[in-house]
């Protein structure tokens, strides 16, 4: 990252960015808040086919801005779920429950993602990476949400809607795959960080899906990110 005449501006090459490999999920962490002046935080996810990128969750504070760089994205907000394409551009408001996902079986997604106003986001991914190298728990995640503003949930039409995507392109229903954790409680324990257990899967017949979900009272999935 290079500063532009003084505090007035970044620039940042790709090169430069920080890159967190995830399975089936590569994120950029290109600004963040304390390098834009609090005006936002930007990164890019590039999602392998099928793969989910954040499942349903919102933010308090801040919007969500999607730019589809190439692909097709689909992205909840709300209720609504829309499938966007290279070119297209999506917003979430704060509060706004959303979730987003590559759309397509067959092809990879690449989108920009903006904050705005900035939440601190890269130590969350790194937070992420970190769980999936076994050097945190999904405990730790669960109590970062009030730092790190983002709020975990469950949408229907969101997993209606995976759900009909996985079964078209063949891959069936179930469960996602990868890191998975169960909480010993409701959906309370979203906000309050309750006792989890978890596990790497020694193996998978469909690990494109992502690799974290949340299992509660329930009995249904949530990809965080």
Not at 34 to 60: E, N, V
Not at 165 to 191: E, I, L, V
Request: hydrophobic share 40%; net charge negative; glycine share 10%.
């Amino acid at each position: 990252m290079t500063a532009i005449d003084g505090a007035r501006g970044i620039f940042v090459r790709d090169g430069e960015a920080e890159v967190l490999e995830l399975p089936n999920n590569v994120t950029k962490l290109f600004a963040e808040g304390a390098s834009t002046g609090g005006a936002f935080s930007a990164i890019r996810a590039s999602l392998q086919p099928g793969a989910d990128g954040a499942r349903p969750h919102h933010h308090a504070k801040a919007s969500e801005l999607f730019f589809v760089i190439d692909g097709c994205v689909d992205i909840l907000i709300g209720d609504d779920v829309v499938t966007v394409r290279a070119g297209d551009l999506a917003v979430a408001a704060p509060l706004a429950m959303h979730a987003f996902a590559n759309g397509s079986a067959t092809e990879p997604a690449d989108l920009l993602i903006v904050f705005g106003p900035a939440i601190e986001r890269f130590d969350y991914f790194r937070l992420l990476r970190d769980v999936v190298a076994g050097k945190a728990t999904i405990a730790d995640v669960l109590a970062s949400q009030e730092r790190f503003d983002n709020w975990f949930s469950e949408n229907d039409a969101w997993n209606a809607h995976r759900e009909s995507r996985r079964a078209a392109s063949g891959r069936g229903g179930g469960r996602y795959s990868g890191f998975d954790f169960r909480c010993d409680s409701t959906s309370s324990a979203t906000r309050s960080g309750a006792s989890c257990t978890s596990q790497w899967p020694a193996s998978s017949s469909s690990t494109r899906y992502g690799p974290l979900m949340y299992s509660g009272a329930r009995s249904t999935d949530m990809r965080l990110m």
